[in-house]
């Protein structure tokens, strides 16, 4: 990590929480990197996170305002501090369960309000932090531990549900594409509306031992062979579509 982020981070919390070969540490560099070339006071930031490894990422390790809330509810506090507090950023960072399951009335209706809020929905395709279930993100026929023989649910589409409410913006990168999620970032403090980011970042620990992935470097084979853009997604059949991961500006 580059020493100029070092002001962002608490020391005392390292060696950090998260598993090895988790993608969440480049999207918490990412992040960093985002505010600091922006130059925005991380103190007129604040974080908030629900439970779950993602929520980690700014709980504790952040040096700034943080709340980490009740398991699907990191919309509900960040909708009150944007009714009170006008006057600060608010960014929400959580996982696909937090966001898309437990929370998911929260997301559509903080969508649908069209909020000044930037949310980074922080996706690893499964519920990492309490041992691997399936998850509304989780691709059919992935073995996890609630789906031994496999998903049998088609996975949900968050960036099209929350594009379908109303969101001003909504994209989807994975953790390898750092300088477009970076740039959607720093596009996102400039949205006035509800600014939503997913992420995909590989859980190795629960997702890839059961999936044959075992490492970082699986799950980049992986994404790099089935990463396709938006635009070109469009003009695909839903067969076509199958165990693909699309990415670029939904709106």
Same mark, same amino acid.
């Given at each position: ?10 020391e ?8 090895p070969?988790?993608g ?7 992040i960093?990197?985002?505010?600091d070339?922006?130059d925005?006071d991380?103190?007129?930031i ?7 490894c993602?929520?980690?990422?700014p709980?504790p ?11 699907g509810?990191p ?5 009150? /501090?944007?009714?009170t !507090?006008?006057? $600060?950023? *608010?960014m929400? +960072?959580?996982g696909?369960g937090?966001l898309g399951?437990i929370? =998911?009335n929260h997301? /559509?209706h903080?969508? !649908?309000?069209? $909020?000044? *809020?930037?949310? +980074?929905c922080v996706?690893?395709?499964?519920y990492?932090m309490? =041992? ?11 073995i996890?531990e609630?789906?031994p023989?496999?998903n049998?649910e088609?996975p949900f589409d968050?960036c ?5 409410c109303g ?5 989807r990168y ?5 300088k477009?999620?970076?740039k959607?970032i720093?596009?996102?403090f ?6 939503f980011?997913?992420?995909?970042s590989p859980c ?5 031992r059961?999936n044959k992935?075992p ?5 980049y ?12 997604a ?6 076509e ?5 699309i ?5």
């Amino acid at each position: 990590m580059s020493e100029k982020l070092y002001k962002y981070l608490r020391e005392e919390v390292f060696p950090t929480p998260f598993c090895p070969g988790c993608g969440h540490g480049i999207l918490l560099q990412t992040i960093l990197r985002a505010i600091d070339e922006l130059d925005i006071d991380i103190k007129k930031i604040v974080f908030v996170s629900g439970i779950g490894c993602a929520a980690w990422i700014p709980s504790p390790h952040f040096k700034a305002d943080t709340l980490h809330t009740l398991h699907g509810r990191p919309l509900a506090f960040a909708t009150g /501090i944007r009714i009170t !507090r006008p006057d $600060l950023e *608010i960014m929400v +960072i959580s996982g696909d369960g937090d966001l898309g399951a437990i929370g =998911g009335n929260h997301l /559509i209706h903080t969508a !649908r309000r069209n $909020l000044k *809020i930037i949310t +980074i929905c922080v996706n690893n395709s499964i519920y990492g932090m309490t =041992g691997g279930q399936v998850s509304p993100t989780t691709p059919k026929d992935i073995i996890t531990e609630t789906s031994p023989f496999g998903n049998p649910e088609e996975p949900f589409d968050l960036c099209a549900l929350v594009k379908s409410c109303g969101a001003e913006f909504v994209c989807r990168y994975t953790v390898f594409h750092t300088k477009p999620l970076k740039k959607s970032i720093q596009k996102a403090f400039q949205i006035n509306g509800f600014s939503f980011i997913d992420v995909i970042s590989p859980c190795v620990t629960h997702y890839g031992r059961r999936n044959k992935m075992p490492t970082l470097y699986d799950f980049y084979q992986f994404i790099i062979k089935n990463i396709i853009s938006y635009e070109k997604a469009k003009s695909l059949n839903k067969e076509e579509l199958k165990n693909k991961i699309i990415i670029g500006e939904y709106v």
